[in-house]
């Protein structure tokens, strides 16, 4: 892509009313304009991070198992009587009337719309299990929406639903989906932390919370010091023991932020734990029979009586996932992207543009990496070179790659945009380097 072609509105300065360090640099690298309190138009930059963020959860949850579907935002109001939530939720729902006066809400979550689909297609227990999961956008109308993206009132989410016949099996699911979400964040460049979280009226230990660390996170957090160094994609699983194996160490090193779980009480000693702050990603909840009980969603099992359905839920911010990505990568001069889920991998800088000869050969690299299949951004606008080094920072690709006066010699400058270290080399082996 030419930058001179493309919509990225960088800013300057940045805008008053940005209180954390994602908000500021999304809206000054040119990833999203605010259209409304807490409601966002994602540009293309945003939107290539956005599509990156999804396509990881989507293959995740397809590997995990969980089959993909696609429900409205719209829904209809009966339903949440019919689990007695329409009046509990509050005002943060958005209901409205249809020109047939019927009463509809736009919906902030989706277990009682997916309880209801299930329910009508389902009969019997050679049907289970099953996990349903859909990307879709959400509203929740927050009295204070700030933060960005972090705290808006319209958000993607990815949640999914477990339908099982007895709680083993809804252990089951639950644990798939705990081994997804950290296959997934791993795979983003992230390290997630699942922090036990509370479980509610419904009891029991299956509910966490997933956070990534970072230093302006909302949450204060104690984690064991392994969790730095585990790595759940080295973990191969093939069987229920392995899965249960898995499940049993990683939340033995959980991370809380309750009075319960601090150092020195609950049996965790003070000296096996770190303090860090986190930023929460992802949920996921078991619930049992809390929606399938009163929709009515239950099949025949075994011996032939009716069952009724064990339930669980699993979220994963993804809109929110941008900015807390941005939260723990960035510095003074702007974004830094891990390269999975980076806009492009590679931002190409023209400093002399008005020279045929030197654009000659950057067109060269850049035809070269595209068909070697890399996302390649192509600074080619006629603007000063430190204009351009300013603009690449801000935006955050993992690689630059500097055409300047070193090209006369078959020379570019490689700079990688986490660490600084530059390196100047043959354009063959910039090529190799970038295109491995």
Same mark, same amino acid.
């Given at each position: 892509m030419r930058l001179s072609q493309y919509f990225v509105p960088t800013l300057k300065e940045t805008p008053a009313e940005a209180q954390i360090a994602s908000h500021r640099l999304m809206l000054r690298a040119g990833l999203?304009? !605010?259209?409304?309190? /807490?409601?966002?138009?994602? *540009? $293309? *930059? /945003?939107?290539? +991070? *956005?599509?990156?963020?999804?396509n990881i959860v989507r293959e995740e949850q397809n590997a995990a198992g969980a089959i993909e579907v696609l429900m409205p935002t719209l829904q209809p109001a009966d339903l949440w009587r019919q689990s007695g939530r329409y009046e509990a939720y509050g005002k943060e729902m958005l209901r409205i009337t249809d020109r047939h006066d019927r009463e509809m809400l736009y919906g902030p979550t989706n277990e009682e719309m997916i309880t209801d689909l299930f329910r009508r297609e389902i009969r019997t227990y050679r049907d289970l299990p099953r996990n349903l999961y859909h990307i879709q956008w959400k509203f929740r109308d927050e009295i204070r929406p700030r933060f960005g993206v972090m705290r808006g009132r319209?958000?993607?989410?990815? &949640? =999914?639903?477990?339908?099982d016949l007895d709680f083993e099996g809804a252990k089951r699911s639950y644990r798939k989906m705990f081994l997804a979400y950290l296959r997934t964040f791993a795979r983003m460049g992230l390290k997630a932390i699942p922090m036990?979280?509370?479980? %509610?009226?419904?009891?029991?230990?299956?509910?966490?919370?997933? @956070?990534? #660390?970072?230093?302006?996170g909302e949450s204060a957090a104690f984690c064991h010091p392994d969790w730095m !160094?585990?790595? $759940?994609?080295?973990?191969?699983?093939?069987?229920d023991e392995e899965l249960s194996s898995f499940f049993g160490k990683y939340t033995a090193l959980y991370a809380a932020t309750d009075e319960k779980h601090v150092p020195g009480k609950a049996g965790i000693p003070e000296e096996q734990v770190v303090r860090a702050r986190g930023i929460e990603v992802g949920h996921i909840f078991y619930f049992g029979a809390k929606y399938s009980e009163p929709l009515g969603a239950k099949v025949k099992g075994p011996d032939g009586a009716e069952t009724t359905l064990e339930m669980g839920s699993y979220g994963i911010g993804v809109s929110r996932l941008v900015g807390a990505i941005i939260e723990a990568g960035h510095d003074g001069n702007g974004i830094v992207w891990p390269e999975p889920v980076a806009p492009f991998k590679v931002g190409l800088l023209n400093l002399k543009a008005n020279d045929a000869h030197a654009t000659g050969v950057v067109e060269d690299i850049y035809g070269k990496l595209q068909? =070697? %299949?890399?996302?390649? *951004?192509? &600074? &080619?606008?006629?603007?000063? $070179? /430190?204009?351009?080094?300013? &603009?690449?920072?801000?935006?955050? #690709? $993992?690689? !630059?790659? +500097?055409? /300047?006066?070193? #090209?006369?010699?078959?020379? @570019?400058? @490689?700079?990688?945009?986490?660490?600084? =270290?530059?390196e100047e080399i043959s354009i063959e082996s910039a090529l190799r380097k970038l295109a491995g």
């Amino acid at each position: 892509m030419r930058l001179s072609q493309y919509f990225v509105p960088t800013l300057k300065e940045t805008p008053a009313e940005a209180q954390i360090a994602s908000h500021r640099l999304m809206l000054r690298a040119g990833l999203i304009r !605010q259209t409304s309190a /807490g409601i966002y138009a994602w *540009l $293309p *930059l /945003g939107l290539r +991070v *956005l599509r990156k963020i999804e396509n990881i959860v989507r293959e995740e949850q397809n590997a995990a198992g969980a089959i993909e579907v696609l429900m409205p935002t719209l829904q209809p109001a009966d339903l949440w009587r019919q689990s007695g939530r329409y009046e509990a939720y509050g005002k943060e729902m958005l209901r409205i009337t249809d020109r047939h006066d019927r009463e509809m809400l736009y919906g902030p979550t989706n277990e009682e719309m997916i309880t209801d689909l299930f329910r009508r297609e389902i009969r019997t227990y050679r049907d289970l299990p099953r996990n349903l999961y859909h990307i879709q956008w959400k509203f929740r109308d927050e009295i204070r929406p700030r933060f960005g993206v972090m705290r808006g009132r319209e958000f993607l989410m990815k &949640d =999914a639903y477990s339908f099982d016949l007895d709680f083993e099996g809804a252990k089951r699911s639950y644990r798939k989906m705990f081994l997804a979400y950290l296959r997934t964040f791993a795979r983003m460049g992230l390290k997630a932390i699942p922090m036990r979280a509370d479980s %509610g009226a419904i009891g029991g230990d299956l509910s966490h919370e997933f @956070v990534i #660390l970072a230093d302006t996170g909302e949450s204060a957090a104690f984690c064991h010091p392994d969790w730095m !160094q585990a790595d $759940p994609l080295g973990e191969r699983i093939t069987s229920d023991e392995e899965l249960s194996s898995f499940f049993g160490k990683y939340t033995a090193l959980y991370a809380a932020t309750d009075e319960k779980h601090v150092p020195g009480k609950a049996g965790i000693p003070e000296e096996q734990v770190v303090r860090a702050r986190g930023i929460e990603v992802g949920h996921i909840f078991y619930f049992g029979a809390k929606y399938s009980e009163p929709l009515g969603a239950k099949v025949k099992g075994p011996d032939g009586a009716e069952t009724t359905l064990e339930m669980g839920s699993y979220g994963i911010g993804v809109s929110r996932l941008v900015g807390a990505i941005i939260e723990a990568g960035h510095d003074g001069n702007g974004i830094v992207w891990p390269e999975p889920v980076a806009p492009f991998k590679v931002g190409l800088l023209n400093l002399k543009a008005n020279d045929a000869h030197a654009t000659g050969v950057v067109e060269d690299i850049y035809g070269k990496l595209q068909n =070697a %299949g890399v996302e390649v *951004l192509l &600074d &080619d606008r006629d603007e000063r $070179p /430190g204009a351009k080094f300013a &603009d690449m920072d801000l935006i955050g #690709l $993992p690689w !630059q790659l +500097v055409g /300047g006066r070193g #090209l006369e010699k078959g020379l @570019v400058e @490689v700079k990688c945009r986490k660490t600084g =270290a530059r390196e100047e080399i043959s354009i063959e082996s910039a090529l190799r380097k970038l295109a491995g």
